[in-house]
């Protein structure tokens, strides 16, 4: 049994020989911290590590003849409000009378196999129960009436524990909650280095690292959205921890909306972890019976560095927040048509399109932006989910039948939580888009956002899309959310409920997300939200792939799909090859060196197939067939980070099957370097010492200790003498290596 309760002590050890996490009770009733990192042995009792040495009279405190006891420096596991802890609270409640004290202590426990799922957010889950354990302690405060439980599920096979809580009012009074995190953990050093993602439109998801300091660091956001700025991810590393050796604990928030990931130094060199809904803009009132949850954690420890951390979270993803139809499903080759028509395309252009994509080896066609009311640009008509008849007269079962009569798969675009001002549905719905009344609405990208708090609006786009999925036997949903919230006001809540608007809005999207996956399940759904901006894995419980940036440009998305491998699996990792020069820089690289960064992740294509010259055309059948080959190794294999595009003019990375026999090795270079003396070699990971390899493209064998000690040889780079002997050269150089035991 993972959870190990020590009954005298009240003590918690959730362990599964991989990580430990150990709580217990503390004197005055509520829970202490003791302990997260890597697996200890079952012992009877781990008091000692909870120390309460404070130096008399530096604190306020609990007891009169124990001034050692404050909660002011105890490590603890859920903190409150106000009763001698200065640090900032996990719990934070306003009642009727205006205070904010509670004191809540923990009168009992439950530990179940398996877990369940949250009611109306996403979560993780399991395929059997006897995959994970569930511990739930529960906390009651008697003066307020209200119960509060933390809820604790350790994975059997994954370093992973999750951690979320829901609170309860039993009182005839009702009263509201002002902070309520998902996770708080109390750490006894600020030795460590945070690691976040953090970015902008068209360069998402890059990696910055900050040594604690005492104070608040902190990640979030308040865009209604989890944000292209910051993802809501944060680590935290011992000093001494590399991409592969080190201690690491991972914090990932499973919700698409407003955040806050942080981390507060003490003045005892303490570092408190808070994690959850960010608490500017945020409250819920809870009426007698009524029960709020807060979202998801998922934490994780790794003693193999970042990396580590890395195969923890893909792995566990994989397995236990992808859905399970698509899970095991090989992802298909999709084109889609945005940045080779944009609004420009009728139905005879489309067509010919697809069949050109066929005949290349694409297996999905995507219809982008454009197809419907009367988009010929970005200033109307979202909302108006009809074809455009002067571009698709036959509409788009006819247009799908034809698509799918060349072999692909039909896919289309839709942006369902905005509407245009100048749209049928706004003329008809003037209330239905968020605004504060009395006040001028901020505009962005000529549109509004959707009040998602109101059902009624949720339930007329899910009768949209659901008529549009079977009228055209659609395959594949690009869901996209171009624009943050302003304004944030609803006229379906009451004045006291404001501040619960946008946790209702995120509500209304997973609601929307839900009901078409679980009607739809063979629709594949990509999220994107102006690229990245919504690249979290709230996301990924509905759709198991990602829009990774609007950034198509190849030397770009190193940086963006190596910080987003920091978390996220490969294969929920959207990557195209676009054409050049790029619509993002405006910078032309090589085709190879496109689809080689490309390969990394879902694969597909943003060009126009009937423009591309022999030479080109032979180059992308022959990467559709290499990804046709390569893709169930990149689903299912480890990836391995090997040279950080953040720290030097090369990159590198692999990707390693479950039983070591096969291995794809990428390496880049952005920028040529004269007279290179460098060792041309990339060192690997994960490979078995005493195998040989052959490599593709080489004509004899390697053992996997010479690779991975030594490296892999990399073809000769031009150096100004060699012209004769250079098989590559110049800026934007790229190689991939396919590894095969040798038999």
Same mark, same amino acid.
Not at 476 to 487: P, S
């Given at each position: 049994?993972?959870?190990i ?7 918690f050890?959730?362990t599964?020989g991989k990580?430990s ?12 911290h003791l302990y997260?990192?890597?697996a200890?042995?079952i ?19 609990t007891y ?8 002011e420096?105890v ?5 409150v409000y106000?009763t001698?802890?200065?640090r900032e609270?996990?719990?934070s409640?306003?009642q ?15 530990v179940?196999?398996?877990?369940k ?7 993780t889950?399991?395929n ?5 354990s569930?511990l739930?302690?529960?906390l009651?405060?008697t ?19 999750t951690?979320?809580?829901k ?16 996770a708080?953990?109390?750490f ?5 280095i945070?690691?976040q ?6 360069r998402?998801?890059?990696?910055h690292?900050?040594k ?5 660091q ?9 944000s292209?700025?910051h993802?809501?991810?944060?680590s935290?590393?011992?000093m ?7 201690? +690491? ?13 942080q ?6 060199e303490?570092s ?17 019976d009524e029960?709020?949850e807060?979202?998801e ?5 790794s003693?193999?560095g ?5 195969q ?9 927040l992808i859905?399970?139809?698509w899970r ?11 940045e080779a028509?944009?609004f420009?395309?009728? @139905?005879?252009k489309? +067509? ?9 080896g ?8 454009g197809?419907f009311g009367?988009r010929?640009d ?6 108006d989910w009809g ?5 698709l007269?036959e509409?788009?079962?006819s247009l799908?039948a034809? +698509? ?6 039909f ?17 008809e ?5 968020i ?6 609405r901020?505009?962005g ?13 949720v ?8 008529d549009?999925?079977?009228r ?5 949903i690009k869901w996209?959310?171009?624009r ?7 006229r ?12 209702r809005?995120l509500?209304?999207?997973?609601d929307?997300?839900?009901r078409l996956?679980?009607n739809?399940?063979h629709?594949l759904f ?10 979290d ?8 792939q ?5 950034d198509t440009d ?6 963006i799909?190596?910080?987003s ?10 990557s ?6 790029n ?26 197939p009937?423009?591309?010259s022999?030479e ?5 059948? !022959?990467q559709i067939?290499n990804y046709?080959t390569y893709?169930?190794?990149i ?7 090997l040279?950080s ?5 090369e990159?590198?990375w ?7 026999? @096969?291995?794809?090795v ?21 490979l078995?010492e005493? !195998?040989?390899y ?12 010479e690779?991975m ?10 150096n ?6 250079a ?7 790229s190689?991939?290596y ?6």
């Amino acid at each position: 049994m993972p959870i190990i309760i020590n009954q005298e002590k009240t003590q918690f050890h959730l362990t599964n020989g991989k990580v430990s996490y150990i709580i217990n009770k503390l004197k005055n009733g509520h829970l202490g911290h003791l302990y997260f990192g890597k697996a200890l042995r079952i012992d009877e009792d781990y008091s000692h590590f909870q120390i309460t040495d404070v130096p008399t009279g530096a604190s306020c405190h609990t007891y009169v003849d124990d001034p050692a006891f404050s909660l002011e420096t105890v490590k603890q596991e859920y903190p409150v409000y106000g009763t001698s802890d200065f640090r900032e609270p996990a719990l934070s409640i306003r009642q009727e009378n205006g205070s904010h004290i509670t004191d809540f202590k923990l009168v009992s426990y439950k530990v179940t196999s398996g877990k369940k799922e949250l009611r109306e957010l996403p979560s993780t889950f399991v395929n059997e129960e006897k995959e994970a354990s569930t511990l739930e302690l529960v906390l009651e405060d008697t003066i307020l009436n209200a119960e509060l439980t933390l809820i604790y599920t350790i994975f059997e096979e994954h370093s992973i524990i999750t951690r979320s809580a829901k609170l309860k009012n039993n009182s005839d009074q009702a009263f509201s909650i002002e902070r309520m995190m998902s996770a708080s953990i109390d750490f006894p050093t600020k030795d460590l280095i945070m690691t976040q993602l953090s970015g902008t439109w068209a360069r998402e998801r890059h990696i910055h690292k900050r040594k604690l300091e005492p104070g608040i660091q902190a990640i979030s956001s308040l865009r209604g959205a989890s944000s292209h700025h910051h993802n809501p991810f944060m680590s935290l590393q011992t000093m001494d921890a590399t991409e592969h050796q080190g201690e +690491v604990y991972g914090f990932n928030l499973v919700y698409s909306g407003n955040f806050l990931a942080q981390v507060e130094v003490d003045h005892y060199e303490q570092s408190r972890v808070s994690v959850g809904i960010h608490p500017t803009r945020f409250e819920w009132n809870l009426s007698k019976d009524e029960v709020y949850e807060s979202p998801e954690v998922v934490m994780t420890y790794s003693d193999q560095g970042l990396n580590g951390m890395s195969q923890s979270f893909h792995k566990f993803y994989q397995e236990h927040l992808i859905a399970p139809y698509w899970r095991n499903r090989n992802r298909p080759i999709l084109i889609n048509n945005w940045e080779a028509t944009y609004f420009d395309f009728n @139905e005879e252009k489309l +067509v010919s399109f697809a069949k050109r994509a066929k005949e290349l080896g694409i297996e999905l066609f995507v219809l982008d932006d454009g197809w419907f009311g009367q988009r010929n640009d970005d200033t109307t008509s979202l909302g108006d989910w009809g074809e455009d008849r002067s571009k698709l007269p036959e509409g788009l079962e006819s247009l799908s039948a034809k +698509v799918r009569e060349t072999g692909l798969e039909f896919g289309l675009w839709f942006e369902p939580e905005m509407v245009s001002p100048n749209s049928e549905l706004n003329r008809e719905y003037p209330d239905w888009a968020i605004g504060t009344p009395g006040r001028e609405r901020s505009y962005g990208r000529n549109q509004f956002v959707l009040d998602f708090t109101r059902k009624e609006i949720v339930d007329y786009i899910y009768e949209k899309m659901s008529d549009i999925i079977e009228r055209t036997q659609l395959s594949y949903i690009k869901w996209d959310m171009n624009r943050n919230i302003t304004e944030a006001y609803s006229r379906g809540l009451a004045v006291h409920q404001q501040d619960e608007f946008f946790h209702r809005y995120l509500l209304g999207v997973y609601d929307l997300y839900k009901r078409l996956t679980t009607n739809y399940p063979h629709v594949l759904f990509e999220s994107c939200a102006g690229g990245g901006g919504r690249f979290d894995p709230g996301m990924f419980r509905y759709a198991p792939q990602a829009w990774a940036s609007d950034d198509t440009d190849a030397m770009e998305r190193l940086k963006i799909q190596y910080g987003s491998s920091l978390v996220y699996p490969l294969y929920s990792i959207g990557s195209h090859v676009s054409a050049v020069p790029n619509h993002q820089t405006l910078r032309s690289t090589p085709l190879e060196t496109r689809a080689n960064v490309a390969y990394f992740g879902t694969f597909g294509y943003e060009l126009n197939p009937q423009e591309l010259s022999q030479e080109e055309e032979d180059m992308v059948k !022959a990467q559709i067939s290499n990804y046709k080959t390569y893709r169930h190794l990149i689903r299912t294999g480890e990836f391995y980070r090997l040279q950080s595009p953040f720290e030097s003019n090369e990159t590198a990375w692999m990707v390693v099957s479950q039983d070591r026999s @096969e291995a794809l090795v990428g390496w880049y270079k952005v920028l040529a370097t004269p007279n290179n003396r460098k060792e041309q070699t990339v060192r690997l990971k994960g490979l078995i010492e005493n !195998a040989s390899y052959q490599i593709e493209g080489l004509n004899r064998p390697y053992y996997g200790d010479e690779l991975m000690n030594r490296g892999i040889p990399l073809t000769t780079e031009f150096n100004g003498v060699n012209a004769s002997k250079a098989e590559r050269g110049g800026d934007f150089q790229s190689n991939v290596y396919y590894l095969k035991i040798e038999k």
